[in-house]
C-alpha cells in the first residue's frame, strides 16, 4: 500500500457552482487542472499567497487524487496509460490501446516501478501527474496504438496531456 503519511495542505477555494450549466462545464476543467499543478508541487507552503483569501482547506495529496489499488490483467509500467474493466465481478486494469475505442485511456499507473500481471498495484483515473520518461517539456502527447504516449496521435486519436518536465506528464484525459 503507499504510504500516504506525506500529505500536505493548500488553501484553494472549493469550486463553487455558478448555476449556469455552460459556465460550470467551462470553469470545472480548469479548476481541476489548477488543484493537480497544486499537488505537483511539492513542498508548497500552505500560508502561499495562494490563501490570501479566507477558503476552506482541500487536502491534496502528493502522488495524485483518486488513487485506487486494482488488479492488473497485463504488465503495466509506471506511468503507463491504462483503461479499466470488469473482469469476474472486479474492477481490472489492462494496458490502454488507441487501436480500439473499448481499450481508450481512463486513467495511468502510479505504483511506483509498475505492476506485473495479476498482482495489485495503485492507478489514478483521468487526472494527475504521471511520472515516465523521455519526455519533451511543453509537448502534447496522445495514447499510441501500441499503448504508452507519443507527440502524434494514434489511429483512434486520444489527447492524454503535457508534459511539465522530462520525466511528468500532466495527464488530463480527453475521450475522442
Known amino acids: 500500500m ?14 463553487v457552482n455558478t448555476g449556469d450549466p455552460r459556465l460550470d462545464r467551462a470553469i ?6 489548477l488543484n493537480i499543478l497544486a499537488q505537483y508541487l511539492d513542498g508548497i507552503n500552505p500560508q502561499s499567497a495562494l490563501s490570501a483569501a479566507n477558503t ?3 487536502t491534496l495529496r502528493k502522488s495524485g487524487m483518486n488513487r485506487m489499488v486494482v488488479k492488473a490483467l497485463g504488465n503495466i509500467a509506471e506511468g503507463q496509460p491504462v483503461y479499466f474493466t470488469l473482469n469476474a465481478g472486479e474492477l481490472k486494469a489492462l494496458p490502454a490501446l488507441a487501436t480500439a475505442t473499448f481499450s481508450l485511456a481512463m486513467g495511468f499507473c502510479s ?3 509498475g505492476v506485473a500481471t495479476g498482482a495489485f498495484g495503485e492507478f489514478t483515473p483521468a487526472l494527475g501527474v504521471a511520472k515516465t520518461s523521455g519526455l519533451t517539456v511543453g509537448t502534447k502527447y496522445f495514447l499510441q496504438d501500441a499503448g504508452g504516449y507519443g507527440a502524434g496521435p494514434g489511429t483512434a486519436l486520444q489527447f492524454l496531456g503535457v508534459a511539465l518536465t522530462t520525466t511528468d506528464l500532466l495527464f488530463i484525459l480527453e475521450a475522442r
Open 2 to 15: 503507499p504510504d500516504l503519511s506525506s500529505e500536505f495542505q493548500l488553501n484553494l477555494p472549493r469550486f
Open 28 to 33: 470545472q476543467p480548469i479548476h481541476d487542472a
Open 56 to 58: 476552506p482547506i482541500n
Open 111 to 113: 505504483q511506483p516501478g
